[in-house]
């Protein structure tokens, strides 16, 4: 079993910046990867950043070249560094991380975006 926490979400105006930590605990040694999800009101989750073991990164083209996914070497904390941010990233933000036979999932954080 993972668990994860999500911090660092709140209000901010467009152009601005925020960053979002997952803090996991309990089997991390047995993860894969870990990404973050987002869903806004009505909308499905849909993938914005993930990273592998291996270090590989994937992003959403809608984020690339805005937000950064990193983690530290011991899968405790992923981070997403969000920075231009528009109005319609505003969503819930979830950490997610896979262990090759479960996905887990954190409690989101909200990100809002205001114009």
């Known amino acids: 079993q993972v668990q994860l926490v999500e911090s660092g979400g709140g209000l901010v105006q467009a152009g601005g910046s925020l960053r979002l930590s997952c803090a996991a605990s309990g089997s991390i040694f047995g993860i894969n990867n870990m990404g973050w999800y987002r869903q806004a009101p009505g909308k499905q989750r849909d993938l914005v950043a993930a990273?592998?073991?291996?270090?590989?990164?994937n992003y959403a083209d809608s984020v690339k070249g805005r937000f950064t996914i990193s983690r530290d070497n011991a899968w405790n904390t992923v981070y997403l560094q969000m920075n231009s941010l528009k109005p319609e990233d505003t969503a819930v933000y979830y950490c997610?991380?896979?262990?090759?036979?479960?996905?887990?999932w954190g409690q989101g954080t909200q990100v809002t975006v205001s114009s």
């Open positions: 997610n991380a896979n262990d090759g036979l479960l996905d887990y």
């Open positions: 990273v592998t073991s291996g270090g590989t990164t």
